[in-house]
């Protein structure tokens, strides 16, 4: 399911008719989905831009900008008829190339978040879904017995930039870097490393 790439078709008659009045988050937006779009074959970027751009049902006015910002596509069937092929057979056709976008526009998403978190001057561990919280140093390393983790973001330890402590559970414990975020609600969980 390309979920990701529908939200950028749908806004991208948007980015460009509003390019100048954007909102620095729909700037940012517009940014990574032209860009994965420069990096798709002209062929998909043909398919997209006729039911996402030039075929559409209508437009939806933002709240945001008092405008036609997103836009309803044309239907798959209407735009079997327009290219004169069969609706699953374009219905394919059209899954796939909005699946290679997703997959342009992820990847340049998660450069952009790795470039970002890699310049926090604040940050927390995080496992999955848990993170640090605390732990016991020993004089000899960085664990002792016990780590404690949290499923509450707001409780986690937060560490500066360049903490050598950090380094080691990532490399130790296989953490990663994420976000401050102290408005979450959860609970902790004790590790036990004996």
Request: proline share 3%.
């Amino acid at each position: 399911m390309s979920w990701l790439a529908k939200h950028y078709l749908r806004q991208w008659q948007g980015y460009i008719e509003l390019s100048n009045e954007l909102t620095e988050w729909d700037r940012k937006a517009a940014t990574v989905f032209f860009n994965a779009l420069k990096l798709v074959d002209e062929a998909d970027v043909k398919l997209l831009s006729d039911k996402y751009v030039t075929h559409i049902k209508r437009r939806v006015i933002s709240q945001q900008y008092g405008k036609p910002f997103s836009a309803e596509p044309g239907t798959d069937k209407a735009m079997a008829d327009l290219y004169g092929i069969e609706p699953y057979e374009y219905r394919q056709r059209r899954i796939e190339a909005e699946a290679r976008l997703e997959t342009q526009i992820k990847g340049i998403t998660d450069v952009y978040n790795e470039k970002q978190i890699a310049k926090l001057s604040e940050f927390n561990l995080k496992m999955g879904k848990l993170y640090l919280k605390s732990y016991e140093p020993s004089f000899l390393g960085i664990i002792r017995d016990e780590v404690v983790f949290t499923l509450e973001p707001s409780k986690a330890k937060i560490f500066k930039q360049g903490d050598e402590v950090a380094a080691e559970f990532m490399r130790s414990l296989n953490l990663e870097k994420c976000e401050v975020d102290r408005n979450s609600v959860g609970m902790s969980l004790i590790v036990d490393f004996k």
